[in-house]
C-alpha cells in the first residue's frame, strides 16, 4: 500500500513520569546539582548531589536508567515481539515519551486501579509461566530473585502503562470527523497513492448452545448454598473456598477477588446490581449471569469501589444435550439448503446468539463496527471455516466454544464478498472515516506532546544524545 499513516499505539506503554523545566545536556560520570523540586525520595533522603553513572536521562523529578532500555527489549521478546529491527533509541524514545504521559496523568488526577492491574498481572503471569514451563523458569528469565520481585517489577510497568494510556485517551477522546473533513482528507490523496483494501467478505453464523437440564442446575445452585451456609453459620474462608472450588480461571488465584467501581462498569450488570446491594461482610444468594452461577461476598466500600470475592460454579452440559443441540443445527441446516427457508429468517427463528440472530446472523467486524472482513486480517480459524464457501454456501456443522460456552455448534454462510480493490470514497467509506480520524487523532497527540515538551525538564545522557528522534526532545526551535 502507498498511502501509509503512520500509527500511534494508544495502549501497551512503561515506567514513571515528568514536571517543568528546561533541557540540559549532560556530561557521563558527573556530579549534576538535583533540581529542587525534586521528589525522589531516595535522593532527597540521602544526599544533595547525584551522581549520574548509568542514567540515561533525567525527567522531572524522574530517570530514565539505561537498564530501563534493556527491560523493555526483554518485555518485547518475551512477548514474541521480534526485536531485530528496533533500535536502543527508538525503545529510549517510547519511554521518554510515556513519562511525558504519565506525569501529566498525575497532574489530571486520572488514577489507576490498582486491583485491576493486580489481576492483569496475574493473567499475564500466568500465560507467560505456561508458555515457558514454569514460574521457576520465567523467574530465571527474568533474573529475578523470586517471584515477588517479578510480580513488583510487573506491576509497576503494567500500572505505569495505563496510566499513560489514559492520558493518552484523554486527549483524543473527544476528537470527532465530520462527512466534510472525511471528504477533505480522502480528496487530499494522489490518486497514485491511495490504499488498497484487501478482498473482504460479509459472513453471517447461525449458533444452537446446548442446554442445561434443570437437575444441573439445581446442584450448582445447592452447591454455592453450602458454601454460603458454611461461611456464615460455621466461620468457614470465603477466600478459601473461591481458590478451590470457583470456575473463574481469571480470579481463581486470587480467592475470587474483584475490585467494582460504580463509575467504570466492568463486569455483568446482573453481578454488578447484585454486589452493589451487599452490606460489608454480606454474602448474596446464587445468581445467574450469562457465566454461569454466582455467590458475591463483599468485603470493603471505599467510596466508588467495592472489593468483592465471588464463586462461579457452570451446570455441566450433559452429552444428550449435546447431541440434541447438534441435531437441532443439523435439520436448520438441511431446511436452508433445500430451500424452505432464507439463512437470514433461519437465524432469526434458531440462533441461539443474541447478538447476531435479529440481524439474520451477520458477524460485525469489531475492528471497524461495519459487517465487512477483510481476508488478510480475519481471524484464521474463522477464515479456515468459511474460505472455500461460495456465496449462499451454507458450511457443514461445526463445534466450537467461548469463555460462556464450553460446547456450542454453528454454520455460516458468505453473504457478499468484495474483490481487492482501490479505495474509493462511497464503497470505502467507513474505512477512510476511520484512517481520517487516525490522522486528526495523530495530529492532536503530537501537537499536545510538542507543548508539553517545551514545558518539562529534560536532561538526556551519553550516547543517547546523538538519536534523531521524532519529537523535539532536544528542544531545537
Given at each position: 500500500?502507498?498511502?501509509?499513516?503512520?500509527?500511534?499505539?494508544?495502549?501497551?506503554?512503561?515506567?514513571?513520569?515528568?514536571?517543568?523545566?528546561?533541557?540540559?545536556?549532560?556530561?557521563?560520570?558527573?556530579?549534576?546539582?538535583?533540581?529542587?523540586?525534586?521528589?525522589?525520595?531516595?535522593?532527597?533522603?540521602?544526599?544533595?548531589?547525584?551522581?549520574?553513572?548509568?542514567?540515561?536521562?533525567?525527567?522531572?523529578?524522574?530517570?530514565?536508567?539505561?537498564?530501563?532500555?534493556?527491560?523493555?527489549?526483554?518485555?518485547?521478546?518475551?512477548?514474541?515481539?521480534?526485536?531485530?529491527?528496533?533500535?536502543?533509541?527508538?525503545?529510549?524514545?517510547?519511554?521518554?515519551?510515556?513519562?511525558?504521559?504519565?506525569?501529566?496523568?498525575?497532574?489530571?488526577?486520572?488514577?489507576?486501579?490498582?486491583?485491576?492491574?493486580?489481576?492483569?498481572?496475574?493473567?499475564?503471569?500466568?500465560?507467560?509461566?505456561?508458555?515457558?514451563?514454569?514460574?521457576?523458569?520465567?523467574?530465571?528469565?527474568?533474573?529475578?530473585?523470586?517471584?515477588?520481585?517479578?510480580?513488583?517489577?510487573?506491576?509497576?510497568?503494567?500500572?505505569?502503562?495505563?496510566?499513560?494510556?489514559?492520558?493518552?485517551?484523554?486527549?483524543?477522546?473527544?476528537?470527532?470527523?465530520?462527512?466534510?473533513?472525511?471528504?477533505?482528507?480522502?480528496?487530499?490523496?494522489?490518486?497514485?497513492?491511495?490504499?488498497?483494501?484487501?478482498?473482504?467478505?460479509?459472513?453471517?453464523?447461525?449458533?444452537?448452545?446446548?442446554?442445561?437440564t434443570k437437575v444441573e442446575v439445581d446442584k450448582v445452585i445447592n452447591r454455592?448454598?453450602?458454601?454460603?451456609?458454611?461461611?456464615?453459620?460455621?466461620?468457614?474462608?470465603?477466600?478459601?473456598?473461591?481458590?478451590?472450588?470457583?470456575?473463574?480461571?481469571?480470579?481463581?488465584?486470587?480467592?475470587?477477588?474483584?475490585?467494582?467501581?460504580?463509575k467504570r462498569p466492568v463486569m455483568a450488570k446482573e453481578f454488578r446490581e447484585?454486589?452493589?446491594?451487599?452490606?460489608?461482610?454480606?454474602?448474596?444468594?446464587?445468581?445467574?449471569?450469562?457465566?454461569?452461577?454466582?455467590?458475591?461476598?463483599?468485603?470493603?466500600?471505599?467510596?466508588?469501589?467495592?472489593?468483592?470475592?465471588?464463586?462461579?460454579?457452570?451446570?455441566?452440559?450433559?452429552?444428550?444435550?449435546?447431541?440434541?443441540?447438534?441435531?437441532?443445527?443439523?435439520?436448520?441446516?438441511?431446511?436452508?439448503?433445500?430451500?424452505?427457508?432464507?439463512?437470514?429468517?433461519?437465524?432469526?427463528?434458531?440462533?441461539?446468539?443474541?447478538?447476531?440472530?435479529?440481524?439474520?446472523?451477520?458477524?460485525?467486524?469489531?475492528?471497524?463496527?461495519?459487517?465487512?472482513?477483510?481476508?488478510?486480517?480475519?481471524?484464521?480459524?474463522?477464515?479456515?471455516?468459511?474460505?472455500?464457501?461460495?456465496?449462499?454456501?451454507?458450511?457443514?456443522?461445526?463445534?466450537?466454544?467461548?469463555?460462556?460456552?464450553?460446547?456450542?455448534?454453528?454454520?455460516?454462510?458468505?453473504?457478499?464478498?468484495?474483490?481487492?480493490?482501490?479505495?474509493?470514497?462511497?464503497?470505502?467509506?467507513?474505512?477512510?472515516?476511520?484512517?481520517?480520524?487516525q490522522e486528526k487523532q495523530l495530529s492532536a497527540i503530537e501537537k499536545w506532546?510538542?507543548?508539553?515538551?517545551?514545558?518539562?525538564?529534560?536532561?538526556?545522557?551519553?550516547?543517547?544524545?546523538?538519536?534523531?528522534?521524532?519529537?523535539?526532545?532536544?528542544?531545537?526551535?
Open positions: 500500500m502507498k498511502f501509509i499513516i503512520k500509527s500511534y499505539v494508544l495502549g501497551f506503554c512503561f515506567l514513571t513520569t515528568l514536571s517543568s523545566f528546561s533541557q540540559e545536556i549532560i556530561e557521563e560520570s558527573v556530579e549534576v546539582e538535583a533540581p529542587k523540586m525534586t521528589v525522589i525520595d531516595s535522593v532527597k533522603d540521602s544526599m544533595k548531589r547525584v551522581k549520574l553513572d548509568g542514567v540515561a536521562a533525567v525527567i522531572g523529578d524522574f530517570v530514565i536508567l539505561d537498564s530501563d532500555i534493556d527491560k523493555q527489549f526483554t518485555q518485547l521478546e518475551a512477548g514474541g515481539i521480534s526485536t531485530e529491527d528496533i533500535t536502543r533509541c527508538q525503545l529510549f524514545g517510547k519511554l521518554l515519551e510515556d513519562k511525558l504521559y504519565i506525569h501529566h496523568a498525575i497532574q489530571d488526577s486520572l488514577e489507576v486501579n490498582d486491583a485491576e492491574v493486580k489481576s492483569y498481572v496475574d493473567q499475564q503471569l500466568e500465560g507467560f509461566a505456561e508458555q515457558i514451563g514454569s514460574m521457576e523458569k520465567l523467574i530465571a528469565y527474568y533474573k529475578k530473585s523470586s517471584e515477588k520481585e517479578l510480580r513488583d517489577e510487573m506491576f509497576e510497568l503494567n500500572k505505569n502503562g495505563k496510566m499513560a494510556s489514559m492520558m493518552q485517551q484523554t486527549i483524543v477522546e473527544e476528537i470527532e470527523v465530520t462527512p466534510d473533513e472525511v471528504r477533505q482528507f480522502f480528496n487530499k490523496i494522489a490518486e497514485d497513492e491511495r490504499p488498497q483494501f484487501g478482498t473482504e467478505m460479509r459472513v453471517a453464523q447461525i449458533v444452537v448452545i446446548p442446554e442445561t454455592l448454598n453450602e458454601f454460603r451456609a458454611d461461611v456464615l453459620d460455621n466461620g468457614a474462608s470465603f477466600t478459601t473456598k473461591a481458590v478451590l472450588y470457583t470456575e473463574d480461571p481469571g480470579s481463581k488465584r486470587t480467592g475470587g477477588k474483584y475490585t467494582l467501581n460504580r447484585v454486589a452493589f446491594s451487599l452490606q460489608e461482610g454480606e454474602v448474596s444468594k446464587p445468581f445467574k449471569t450469562d457465566f454461569g452461577y454466582h455467590i458475591i461476598q463483599l468485603e470493603k466500600i471505599r467510596g466508588q469501589e467495592y472489593d468483592v470475592r465471588h464463586i462461579l460454579l457452570i451446570p455441566k452440559v450433559t452429552s444428550v444435550a449435546i447431541k440434541e443441540a447438534k441435531e437441532r443445527l443439523e435439520k436448520v441446516r438441511q431446511s436452508i439448503v433445500d430451500g424452505e427457508i432464507t439463512f437470514a429468517d433461519a437465524a432469526k427463528e434458531a440462533s441461539d446468539e443474541k447478538e447476531t440472530k435479529f440481524d439474520g446472523g451477520q458477524l460485525r467486524n469489531p475492528e471497524t463496527q461495519d459487517y465487512n472482513f477483510e481476508l488478510t486480517k480475519m481471524d484464521p480459524e474463522l477464515y479456515a471455516q468459511i474460505q472455500n464457501l461460495k456465496d449462499n454456501e451454507v458450511s457443514p456443522v461445526f463445534k466450537d466454544e467461548d469463555r460462556i460456552n464450553p460446547v456450542k455448534f454453528k454454520i455460516l454462510t458468505v453473504t457478499a464478498r468484495v474483490d481487492e480493490h482501490e479505495a474509493t470514497f462511497a464503497q470505502d467509506y467507513l474505512k477512510i472515516k476511520a484512517l481520517a480520524l506532546q510538542a507543548e508539553k515538551i517545551m514545558d518539562t525538564y529534560i536532561k538526556i545522557n551519553g550516547e543517547l544524545r546523538s538519536c534523531d528522534f521524532n519529537s523535539n526532545w532536544f528542544k531545537i526551535n
